[in-house]
């Protein structure tokens, strides 16, 4: 089927120009600068007044399946996520039961190919004693190692550091990037401890970002690259959220940081209004925080922008620092809240574009994906600016059914996602019979 999707604007490597892109069958046949020539076309997509990007591809998101679907599930989540924009995901290790095994890997490809309606891929999970599993892993399957140096792990705490070094140095062996969550717990234990003492069995959650504060966040990351240094590993640091932890990146390729929504759209006076809604792990920190976050999105500190999606019941965010869990549902909002950083002239859309699908693509090794080129698996998204609409539980389409963003206005619109070809998401109208395909690697 030849699809040609004409009158818009392509962004893509550093550069927007108006033009016309042909998609034949599952791959971008051709891109024209200015007008495509005549021809017959089996669908024709006016893009006019919208801009053509690449599919976000998201690395990091918790879908929660298997064991945890009374949050979220594959099907539910990868709606949410083709309704953004977003046409790949990595998810995490840290489920029921976890991704720390072979046999729970084979079951979540399994589960990837039933029920995930955009791209898939699995991160497998260290522990304190599974390194010797990673020589049998297939490198072209998974895009890295998930790390967990800090508590909100579900048990998944690497806290021997000769396992962390046997980590590290397998991981290099093997050439698979290592993403770590780093936050230190004895630092983050002795501070829950202390506002216990001062306010009670659960601190209002106003305190969350002293308890897993920044000393916290920066002795793990400094640990993280310390190893990463002595190895050689490739290192991916997760939701960054402290300006003192980027003096860590732009230096070393083999060392680079994520940054993720929350982190780039709340601050700390947010806990007034929003509570546990934006609870997450690491905590939202402080303006200048958010401000040091935003300027490195530009100048090459960052690489990757992910959501750490991770939908709860509503009943489980009740609560304060103790009590409330700690995550929130980001995959459908991702690329309109960049947007939206866009217009506040924050970065640009081509820089955006590359954070978002070109560097993840880079960084993990992704095939024939995050990119507009010729040959290139059609995953494409079409957004349409100065198209207002507002966040409302009727238009959320994760299985949670509650979002941190309900309420608010936004001016940018996902109108089309493409996955491999296939128009899976037009104008609010969904085809949830589509199945993504699992992504291949290196």
């Not at 039933?114 to 990673?134: E, I, M, P, Q």
């Amino acid at each position: 089927m030849k699809i040609l999707i004409k009158g818009g604007t392509i962004v893509n490597e550093g550069v927007s120009f108006k033009g016309d892109l042909l998609v034949d069958g599952e791959q971008i046949s051709e891109i024209f600068q200015g007008q495509a020539p005549r021809g017959t076309y089996d669908q024709v997509v006016d893009a006019s007044g919208c801009f053509v990007l690449p599919g976000v591809i998201d690395d990091h998101v918790h879908f929660r399946e298997p064991g945890l679907t009374r949050k979220a599930d594959i099907e539910s989540e990868s709606r949410a996520a083709a309704y953004g924009g977003v046409t790949s995901y990595f998810e995490m290790p840290n489920t029921v039961p976890q991704t720390t095994t072979l046999e729970a890997l084979a079951d979540k490809w399994e589960l990837g190919a039933k029920k995930s309606h955009v791209n898939y891929s699995f991160f497998f999970g260290a522990t304190n004693d599974n390194v010797g599993l990673f020589g049998k892993l297939d490198v072209h399957r998974i895009p890295g190692i998930k790390l967990f140096m800090g508590s909100s792990t579900g048990n998944m705490l690497v806290d021997r550091y000769e396992s962390l070094q046997n980590v590290f140095r397998t991981a290099k062996a093997l050439d698979l990037p290592v993403m770590t969550h780093c936050e230190d717990t004895e630092i983050i234990n002795r501070n829950m401890a202390a506002y216990k003492v001062k306010y009670g069995d659960d601190p209002d959650v106003k305190c969350h970002p002293e308890i897993r504060s920044e000393e916290a966040c920066y002795e793990s990351s400094r640990m993280a690259v310390q190893l990463a240094k002595e190895f050689d590993t490739r290192l991916h640091i997760a939701h960054v959220t402290t300006a003192k932890e980027l003096e860590f990146f732009g230096k070393d390729d083999h060392i680079t940081g994520e940054a993720v929504i929350a982190h780039l759209c709340f601050t700390d006076a947010d806990y007034l209004t929003k509570k546990a809604l934006i609870k997450c792990n690491p905590a939202v920190k402080t303006l200048a925080d958010r401000t040091a976050l935003r300027a490195a999105l530009s100048d090459g500190r960052i690489t990757v922008v992910g959501t750490d999606h991770a939908p709860h019941e509503w009943k489980d965010k009740q609560g304060g620092c103790a009590k409330a869990a700690s995550g929130m549902p980001m995959v459908q909002f991702s690329l309109v809240s960049m947007l939206e950083l866009v217009d506040e002239g924050v970065l640009t859309i081509e820089k955006m574009v590359e954070l978002m699908a070109h560097n993840p693509a880079r960084l993990f090794q992704v095939n024939r994906r995050g990119f507009l080129r010729e040959g290139y698996q059609a995953d494409i998204v079409i957004v349409r600016p100065h198209a207002p609409w507002t966040v409302g539980k009727e238009n959320i389409q994760s299985k949670c059914k509650w979002s941190p963003m309900e309420g608010h206005e936004y001016q940018w619109r996902v109108e089309q996602t493409f996955c491999n070809g296939h128009l899976i998401y037009n104008k609010g109208v969904f085809d949830d019979s589509y199945r993504g395909e699992e992504i291949s690697f290196r």
